[in-house]
Each structure stands twice: as structure tokens, then as C-alpha cells.
């Protein structure tokens, strides 16, 4: 298991124009108001909602759960800030890692819709494949999306992951399970 450089809270990554850090309890407020206000824009590529999704407790379990990931090593959540204001735009997770022979980790990630199709989220992901290799220690970054996501396909073929498949059925998303395009940045091929 590699260490993790980390702050206070947790590790940061910076970049020119964002930065990434771990969500904590005092974001609870901005990042209801951000999704709350993005949730019709974020329905067709998330899993549906509970019914409590928005509460102070349903933010803390998902701090904890979080915290917990962390910990063990198995994944880690940044929420995404722009630079000189630190406003909240979205949120990108680091979840499934596998060490051993593998050596790989996924990637999910989300704007909220005032933020979408203005360069944060290809910024983010440029900051953070290089943090999944170099200090996480990963060899291999996976991703998924919707076929209908034509969005993040750019995102990720922009940020040099390579299309490598589809799995059917893949995952359950706005209460259907859906066929996903299959993804992955490879750390040699970004350093070639």
C-alpha cells in the first residue's frame, strides 16, 4: 500500500484553475444548494436519489462512508473548487481500487449545471490522472459512461483515456440498468 501525502483533512490536488480536496462537514450547505439546484441536470447519468438525499444526515453518512474508504486505501472523494473564490463546481470519486497485480482504480465525477461545459471538469481530471499515478501509486485510471453522454466521452477521450469497450447492463442509472462505455487511462501510455 502506498501512503498518501495528506492535509489536515486529507489529500489535496491543485491546479491552475481548480483544485480538488476531501468534502467536509462545513461544505454540507453549498453542496446541497449545488445539487439540489443541479438535479434535474444530473438525473440521466446518476443513480436515482433517496428520498433523503439532500439532508444534513444523509451527508454525514456519506462523509463517513467516505472517511472510511479512505482510510482503507479502497477510494477517496474531492469535491472540485475553482481557484480564487474556492466555489464549489462539482465533485469527482476514486472508488474500487485493487493493488496487487492490478493495480487499478475508477473514476466517477459530476458538475453541477452552472459549472457544466466550461473546462472545470477537464481541468479537474488533468490534475487528478497524474495524482492517481504518481503519488496513489495506481497503473490503471477505469471510467464508464453512457453512450448517450456524449459530454463525458469528450471529457475522458480529451484527458487521454482510451475507449476500450462496452459492458451491457453495467450499471444502474436513473433507476434503469444501462449498457456503459468502457474507459481507462493507462500511466504508460500518458508518459509516452
Given at each position: 500500500?502506498?501512503?498518501?501525502?495528506?492535509?489536515e483533512s486529507g489529500p489535496l490536488v491543485r491546479g491552475d484553475r481548480v483544485w480538488l480536496r476531501v468534502p467536509q462537514m462545513s461544505d454540507y450547505a453549498e453542496w446541497a444548494q449545488l445539487r439540489g439546484m443541479s438535479q434535474e441536470f444530473l438525473r440521466p447519468w446518476e443513480p436515482e436519489w433517496s428520498y433523503d438525499e439532500l439532508t444534513r444526515s444523509a451527508y454525514r453518512r456519506r462523509l463517513r462512508h467516505y472517511q472510511r474508504d479512505m482510510r482503507d486505501g479502497v477510494g477517496y472523494a474531492f469535491f472540485l473548487l475553482r481557484n480564487g473564490d474556492n466555489k464549489l463546481l462539482g465533485g469527482a470519486t476514486l472508488t474500487n481500487a485493487r493493488r496487487?497485480?492490478?493495480q487499478s482504480i475508477s473514476i466517477g465525477y459530476w458538475v453541477g449545471a452552472p459549472y457544466s461545459?466550461?473546462?472545470y471538469m477537464t481541468a479537474a481530471l488533468r490534475i487528478l490522472v497524474p495524482f492517481v499515478f504518481d503519488t496513489l501509486g495506481f497503473h490503471r485510471l477505469e471510467a464508464a459512461c453512457l453512450p448517450t453522454n456524449e459530454a463525458s466521452r469528450r471529457l475522458l477521450e480529451s484527458c487521454g483515456f482510451l475507449h476500450e469497450g462496452l459492458a451491457r447492463k453495467y450499471l444502474k442509472i436513473n433507476g434503469l440498468w444501462q449498457d456503459h462505455l468502457l474507459y481507462a487511462a493507462i500511466d504508460d501510455n500518458l508518459r509516452s
Open positions: 500500500m502506498r501512503s498518501v501525502p495528506l492535509s496487487g497485480v492490478s461545459r466550461q473546462g
